[in-house]
């Protein structure tokens, strides 16, 4: 080629392929001129020269093109279809497809004449994907090869056609041979598409050599049968196939994302950065594409990352990754499309103009002439960029990392090098992945700001997406110079299928929750949005031996008779029956549940929190509380079921809801909501789910995916209350009008009678109650009548009935106690009114157990000396919380922030946790009842460290866990050593009758409230929610009940657990068999006292009693100048008189509680839970000054230190409802 006399020439040489090259092998078939000046662009499947033939001066460029393809010989084409198969029979989970056939031979069945000294051809490795009705695909990897076939089998005609007969004179022609293209698949869930291939080509190669002692069935039966899946405990799975060959089985990529089959290192590396953003934005306006390859498992990978790479957004349009030719009028279709073909398609057809053609092999995009051809630089222009310079990064990676040389080496096993090579890429191709993520969050970042929750009751266009998502607001949000992309973007299926799949409840709901989860990340492109799950890179590696060969009686070898000359038609009966089926892992939640789990992405943030939260100790307590009503949310549904009321029980969750909030609880996930939304959605109230989102709102926090799919199924399919309100408000102006004219009548009233006689007045004010508000702080001063006639005489309601324990302790107290009484003075329902009754109950007719008998003895001495001149001054004074409002909550609400009690509920059964329990209005069903209660259950956290003998109390064993679900430990707050904390229990049975003795004490494992989720929920998955409501609970899973029974009771929460006592093995014990109610009372020490070593000092100002010198060294008079020192805030003082009459006693000191855990508790005993925040300031500026003098290390030898103050927090958060 020549541009003139003068021009340098250009030649142009070839090479002929050998004759006995084999059939089917690349090489050039096609050349051509190409002038660009006269519009003329490569043809399709052909590759351009970038090299100007035209080197003069003068002319238009010139380009060479040609055409690779592969060397075909005559043919005959049929279709496909179904030899043998196995397992025989369809799974009823797994059935066959019908199209598999097609798939395996996309191109068809072909009979074909090959020259007599042709190569041997290799098989070729195909993969495809199936899409189920349901949407489930199934991902086939599949090997092309050829065998002889018999002349016999073929007519006259055919053997004319085939070139296998003289056309003049039908003469054989006998330098021929005849071919016949078969296939070999396997079929599977997962796209282990590696392994896959390694196997098939095992089958083959055995097929074709020979003979062998097994048959080829035993090998096939071994691996569907005797290969496990992988799974954390075992991540790796070496299968010896035979003695030279072998596969690795390792477990997928732990990923939010979808699976799939998508390969992007091949995206990148037969497309190219520019050209791959190129197609998503082809793929983003839904656009029509063809990719072709010669190459068929490289259709079927990038298929897969094209529509992989627009998550969150799911491709709903055709898809078919290896289109068969018998489909190949899909590519006509007036739809969107996205269709993979063989490039030997284009021999036989030409494309439509529509469609944008991407040849896999040339890395080229053909496009309609017509139509403004696509660029990258469409996309927003900022995100674009940073895609396409993510991209050459990681495109210059994979150039270093898949050199020639190191790609074949993959090719060969080796176990040793495996990690590595497999990390790398596993590694690589989440990078390129996350570039995709990157990109898509930005794109629709703040998306669900703009979705439209259903407030109102549902009509025909509810579910239409223009009522589900403000679109202008969403597009007014976007920058001016991106409105045409974006406008594209929202008018496709993709878009207005994702929408629909956030507003309602989705199988994709767990992948979307973390789309969200990155669309929040401020600056995505400084954190990893796929990270690796490290948990499952385990070491641990199953070998899979080969099935045994037979051996003969003698114990020589058995001959080999198994050969083939064709691949064989299955045989069923030599195949290896399955001993047991093997358990393929499954999707889906928990049998039976109740409310959609905690997604991986969730536990997996809640983990990242609770590390986070765990170094900073006002952050600890909350994370710890948030995970508490967790669990009480996970409860929640056995409790509405086993409520009459069910809308009541609803009710009282709402105000827990509420009552976090006021708490400022830190929730570690969106369950508590998810919960409720879904339960007031299955009994029917979906105005309570309207409230409980715009709670959800208030507290900041915006519902994911999950949650607001839940909220809008809750109130789409729920029956709304009609919205013909006239009658009731009718009613209600009737009731104001009567209240007011009630109101207006009371001082004319007043006023009639204020002429009366004084006589008259005093006997009317006797007799009904006074029109004045009585707001009366203390009780102190008030003798028992005069306090009772201030009940019944005043309009107020009373939270601290702890006052009336003085006056009822006597029998004229308790004759006062009258239902009449105490309903006209509170002006309350008579629910209301049996709630006050059971406090009362609990307070006044809890007898002693066995146990406390002694010690309830002398403190009812103390009970009847309140006001003596030794206690007088040190004792504190019961208050007084009075209220106008008719609300009893909030009253209790008040009690329960600003609670102040005396030495008498210290040492009493008047505890905080009952006055706590009532925060909630529902009633648990037994409670009116709780006169006849004769179950009671005293429970307490406080463990000893057995590596310095210490105590450690439930705040300190708090402060002491960390934010590992896994693990059981707390450290010791003396010695830093880890222990397990326990969990005491004991049953006592109070009803008339019961046994002696009675249920041995409990102890069980005392988990964190992380834990125990955990705990709990993989119960729920396995044994589903039922368990929550029988008594076998109690047997098999006694750690997770007791501690649900201590959380819910430390918190104040309602529940029905105890009734599963009755139903346990534990009943036999107890005297009632009839269901009863039970009482749970929360010590803050130990059950169980050490009698070795010396009593705390609580107990021995609570006795009154001297006790003899050898017992203890700690007289009264020391108790008392202790606790002079406390009140005259000299609490050193007191901590040097404590240690130095340690000090004098002979031996080691006799102490399992610390200093300041001494003091604390003689100061409750003595002083009121109400001085516990001064105790704390007073003890720490004491301890700040002693360590001067006597030096911070031996005062914590002493164990004279204060608790931290991460322990601190955890006791103030958790507001001390422990009894000590």
């Given amino acids: 080629i020549s541009g003139g006399p003068a021009a340098h020439r250009t030649f142009l040489t070839y090479r002929r392929a050998h004759e006995s090259q084999a059939l089917h092998t690349l090489g050039v078939t096609d050349i051509s001129l190409l002038l660009p000046s006269k519009g003329e662009a490569a043809p399709h499947t052909f590759c351009r020269v970038d090299k100007n033939l035209n080197t003069g001066m003068w002319g238009p460029a010139l380009y060479l093109c040609y055409k690779r393809a592969v060397a075909k010989a005559n043919a005959l084409v049929y279709e496909a279809g179904l030899i043998s198969r196995y397992p025989e029979a369809d799974v009823e989970s797994f059935p066959l497809p019908e199209s598999v056939p097609m798939f395996c031979l996309p191109m068809g069945v072909t009979v074909e004449s090959w020259p007599l000294n042709t190569k041997y051809q290799l098989p070729v490795f195909s993969t495809f994907v199936l899409t189920s009705a349901s949407g489930d695909k199934v991902y086939g990897a599949a090997i092309q090869f050829y065998e002889s076939f018999p002349r016999e089998c073929l007519s006259e005609r055919q053997s004319v056609r085939l070139g296998l007969v003289s056309v003049v004179d039908r003469r054989p022609i006998t330098n021929r041979t005849l071919q016949v293209k078969k296939s070999v698949c396997v079929l599977s869930h997962w796209p282990f598409f590696t392994v896959f291939q390694k196997f098939l080509t095992f089958v083959y190669r055995y097929s074709i050599s020979g003979p062998h002692v097994l048959p080829l069935e035993k090998h096939i039966s071994s691996f569907m049968h005797n290969v496990p899946f992988p799974s954390p405990q075992r991540p790796r799975i070496l299968v010896q196939l035979s003695p030279y060959d072998n596969l690795l089985l390792c477990q997928p990529v732990s990923s939010p994302l979808p699976l799939s089959g998508a390969s992007f290192v091949k995206l990148l590396q037969n497309l190219g950065p520019e050209n791959a953003c190129v197609l998503l934005l082809a793929v983003l306006t839904e656009h029509k594409l063809l990719l072709h390859s010669l190459r068929p498992d490289v259709l079927t990978s990038v298929s897969e990352a094209l529509v992989s790479m627009t998550f969150p957004l799911h491709w709903n349009c055709p898809y078919i990754p290896l289109c068969p030719l018998r489909l190949a009028d899909v590519l006509c279709a007036p739809m969107p499309f996205i269709v993979g073909v063989h490039s030997s398609y284009f021999d036989l057809y030409d494309p439509p103009t529509d469609v944008v053609c991407v040849d896999l092999d040339t890395n080229t995009i053909f496009q309609a002439e017509d139509k403004k051809p696509l660029s990258w630089r469409s996309l927003p222009r900022k995100h674009g960029k940073v895609l396409v310079n993510s991209l050459t990064n990681l495109m210059k990676t994979l150039e270093k990392i898949y050199t020639p040389g190191q790609e074949e080496a993959t090719l060969e096993f080796l176990l040793t090098d495996y990690d590595l090579i497999y990390g790398r890429q596993k590694q690589l191709e989440l990078e390129i992945q996350e570039a995709f993520l990157r990109f898509m969050s930005c794109l629709l970042r703040g998306y669900r700001t703009y979705l439209l929750p259903i407030t109102q009751a549902p009509s025909e266009r509810t579910t239409d997406c223009s009522s589900l998502f403000n679109l202008q607001g969403f597009l007014k949000s976007r920058e001016r110079t991106q409105q045409k992309f974006y406008t594209q973007l929202t008018r496709t299926q993709m878009f207005t299928q994702f929408i629909e799949e956030c507003s309602f409840v989705s199988d994709r709901h767990a992948c979307l929750e973390f789309f969200d989860d990155c669309s929040d990340v401020e600056k995505p492109e400084e954190v990893r949005l796929i990270d690796l799950d490290e948990a499952h890179s385990g070491e641990h590696t199953v070998f899979i031996m080969p099935p045994e060969e037979p051996q003969e009686p003698d114990g020589s070898e058995c001959p080999a008779h198994y050969s083939y000359e064709t691949f064989p038609v299955l045989c069923m009966e030599l195949f290896d029956q399955p001993q047991d089926q093997l358990r393929v892992p499954t999707k889906g939640s928990a049998p039976s549940s109740p409310a959609p789990r905690r997604t991986k992405q969730e536990i997996k943030l809640a983990q990242k929190r609770a590390q986070k939260y765990s170094a900073v100790p006002d952050m600890w307590s909350k994370c710890l509380l948030g995970h508490c009503y967790g669990l009480w949310f996970i409860y929640l549904p056995t409790f509405v079921r086993a409520e009459g009321a069910k809308v009541r029980a609803l009710q009282t969750a709402y105000e827990v809801l509420k009552h976090m909030e006021t708490r400022k609880v830190v929730l570690p996930d969106e369950v508590c909501y998810r919960i409720l939304m879904q339960l007031c959605g299955q009994y029917g109230q979906p105005v309570l789910a309207v409230r409980v989102l715009l709670e959800m709102k208030k507290a900041g926090i915006t519902p994911n995916t999950i949650t607001y799919a839940y909220y809008n199924k809750a109130v789409l399919e729920s029956k709304w209350p009609s919205t013909n309100q006239g009658g009731r408000l009718r009613w209600a102006k009737l009731r104001n009008v009567l209240m007011a004219v009630a109101q207006f009548r009371q001082p004319i009233r007043q006023r009639q009678k204020s002429g009366s006689v004084d ?64 309903r006209h003075a509170f002006n309350i329902s008579p629910a209301h009114y049996m709630g006050i009754r059971l406090h009362l109950l609990r307070s006044l007719r809890r007898p002693p157990g066995p146990r406390h008998t002694a010690s309830r003895k002398a403190v009812d001495e103390n009970y009847n000396n309140v006001s003596s001149p030794s206690r007088g001054g040190l004792a504190g004074k019961l208050q007084q919380l009075l209220t106008p409002t008719h609300s009893l909550l909030k009253a209790k609400e008040r009690l329960y922030n600003a609670t102040s009690e005396s030495s008498l509920s210290v040492g009493s059964d008047i505890d905080l946790p009952d006055n706590t329990s009532l925060a909630f209005p529902l009633r648990k069903s037994w409670d009116s009842n709780q006169d006849r209660a004769g179950l009671e259950v005293l429970m307490s956290s406080c463990s000893l460290c057995r590596s310095c003998n210490s105590l450690v109390y439930d705040e300190e064993i708090m402060a002491g866990w960390t934010s590992d679900d896994s693990n059981l430990n707390s450290s010791c707050p003396f010695c830093s050593a880890t222990f397990v904390p326990f969990l005491n229990a004991e049953i006592c049975d109070l009803g008339p009758g019961s046994l002696p003795g009675g249920p041995p004490p409990v102890t069980v494992a005392y988990l964190s409230p992380l834990v125990l989720r955990k705990e709990l929920e993989s119960l729920l998955e396995n044994e589903g929610e039922t368990v929550l409501a029988q008594g076998q609970l109690l047997e098999n899973h006694s750690i997770i009940f007791w501690n649900l029974v201590w959380y819910f009771q430390r918190l104040g929460l309602p529940c029905n657990l105890l009734q599963l006592v009755r139903s346990s093995p534990l009943a036999n014990q107890l005297a009632q068999v009839t269901p009863s109610p039970g009482l749970v009372r929360l010590m803050w020490d130990t059950l169980s006292p050490d009698t070795n070593h010396w009593p705390p000092l609580y107990i021995i100002w609570r006795i009154h009693s001297k006790t003899p010198p050898h017992n203890h060294p700690f007289t009264l008079a020391f108790l008392e100048e202790v606790l002079r020192c406390v009140g005259m805030n000299e609490v050193h003082k007191g901590i040097t008189l404590f240690l130095d009459t340690v000090l004098k006693q002979p031996g080691p000191p006799k102490i399992q509680r610390s200093l300041y855990r001494e003091m604390l508790f003689l100061t409750l005993a003595a002083m009121g839970r109400d001085h516990v925040a001064a105790f704390d300031k007073k003890y720490k500026a004491a301890y700040q000054r002693l360590s001067g003098s006597l030096g911070r290390e031996e005062l914590r030898r002493k164990r004279a230190q204060p608790p931290s103050p991460k322990a601190v927090d955890c006791r103030r958060s958790f507001l001390i409802p422990l009894e000590c």
């Fill in 759 to 822: 006589v008259t007045m005093d006997c009317n004010q006797q007799s009904r109650p006074q029109s004045s508000l009585i707001r009366q702080s203390s009780w102190s001063g008030l003798s028992e009548s005069s306090s009772h006639e201030s009940l019944t005489g005043s309009i107020m309601k009373s939270n601290s009935l702890n006052s009336m324990r003085a006056s009822t302790d006597t029998g004229e107290g308790a004759e006062h106690l009258r239902r009449s009484d105490w």
